[in-house]
């Protein structure tokens, strides 16, 4: 189906506008008319983020793993610029190493950022959105949240878990007017696979045959990625002004691919072992 957009300008709050698929999001949702107050995590990056636009880019610090900052950081927001209308989860960073060889740190950071942070958004924006009976919140996971590819489990583990909290929000959203959108992209052309990367040191051969091969190939590809982030952001576009936008939304054909994929093998293995999973009732 595609988005037949009915335009209005909105105020859209943005996580993580430095680079990547915030940016793109940020340059798209500006130049068609709207508000966007994105955060940055250093007060550097603020000029930098406003000149995009000279009335209706506000730059903002804050750092989404600082839990305590985030609710004061959203009421100084709703006082300066007026209700929120989208919210889009979209800061998170990617992680890469076999799990054994990851400390249980980085899964704890990964989490922070990825999921804990997003939470803590959603639960600041909202009391003003259930009373208005109206917003968007958007949750930017991944085809990480669908499928899994050895090395980066902690990625994966964090996507999965927003991705079940999205689909939640739904259920409890639906019927005081808040739409809910997980966003899963494929692979784009950002930095997830490049700076943007945490990688944990290696230190187990046994993994050497499996995962060598993974890292030098993902690190070859960052760049050349299939997707689009500046068509991601038309799509952003023109999703916050759906009527009845999806509650699920994949972007670029490898993650369509792959998760098909993903589904339809799932399905098999279900209806393999259908008899031992019945077999589990009472009698």
């Given at each position: ?173 639906r019927g005081l007017g808040i739409h809910v959108t ?48 500046a068509k991601a952001g038309q799509v952003l576009v ?46």
């Open positions: 189906m595609s988005l037949s957009p009915t335009p209005t300008h909105k105020t859209v709050l943005i996580t993580g506008v430095s680079s990547g698929f915030g940016r793109a999001f940020a340059v798209a949702l500006l130049a068609a008319g709207h508000r966007v107050i994105g955060t940055v995590r250093k007060p550097e990056a603020c000029a930098e983020f406003t000149a995009l636009h000279p009335h209706n880019a506000h730059a903002v610090v804050l750092d989404v793993t600082d839990f305590a900052a985030i609710e004061p950081a959203v009421a100084q927001m709703q006082s300066q610029f007026g209700p929120i209308d989208v919210l889009i989860n979209n800061a998170g960073y990617g992680h890469e190493g076999t799990l054994e060889e990851s400390p249980l740190h980085e899964l704890i950071a990964q989490f922070n950022t990825n999921v804990f942070g997003a939470v803590a958004l959603i639960k600041a924006v909202l009391p003003d959105m259930r009373q208005r009976r109206r917003g968007h919140i958007i949750n930017v996971t991944s085809m990480g949240g669908f499928i899994t590819m050895p090395g980066i489990a902690y990625y994966c583990g964090s996507k999965f878990a927003l991705q079940g909290i999205s689909d939640t929000l739904v259920q409890e959203l997980a966003l899963a992209p494929g692979s784009f052309r950002t930095d997830w696979a490049g700076r943007s990367m945490v990688r944990s040191e290696r230190s187990i051969a046994d993994y050497d045959a499996l995962f060598d091969p993974i890292r030098a190939a993902r690190e070859a590809k960052s760049g050349k990625q299939l997707g689009d982030p023109d999703l916050i002004a759906h009527e009845a936008p999806p509650a699920q939304l994949l972007l670029g054909s490898d993650a369509l691919g792959l998760v098909r994929a993903r589904l339809e093998s799932l399905r098999a293995e279900i209806d393999q072992w259908e008899a031992v999973t019945r077999s589990t009732d009472f009698a």
